[in-house]
Nanobody, 125 residues
């Protein structure tokens, strides 16, 4: 069975950096699309950044504003999210997701079939 395991979360002060990792397994081939999502307490899950691993084309949400970079290492079966200039409003549980079939939306959670359990990111002022 497919499995995605996130790591790298933690507590940092505003302006700090974190690098999230998502190691995936159980796939016969590299997923067609992968993404990072986040969910703050009491809020809906929202997309952060996504990538098509086949050609490394990436997209991110406006609020990222160049602070986060999504990348993928095919040999290590790992998805990354390098986060810099973190703000308190970035505090959330961060999830990685994968989609092997057609992708109906870049950032709708319902468009992705496989999910990790998340890693907590807490940014203090």
């Amino acid at each position: 069975a497919q499995q995605l395991v996130e790591s790298g979360g933690g507590s940092v002060q505003a302006g700090g950096s974190l690098r999230l990792s998502c190691e995936y397994s159980g796939y016969t081939s590299t997923p067609y699309a992968m993404g990072w999502f986040r969910q703050a307490l009491g809020k809906e899950r929202e997309g952060v950044a996504m990538i098509f691993p086949g050609d490394d084309v990436t997209y991110d949400k406006d609020f990222v504003a160049g602070r986060f970079i999504i990348s993928h290492d095919n040999a290590k079966h790992t998805l990354f999210l390098q986060m810099t200039s973190l703000k308190p409003e970035d505090t959330a549980m961060y999830f990685c997701a994968a989609q092997t079939g057609a992708l109906t939306s870049f950032f709708a959670p319902s468009a992705y079939s496989d999910w990790g359990r998340g890693t907590q990111v807490t940014v203090s002022a």
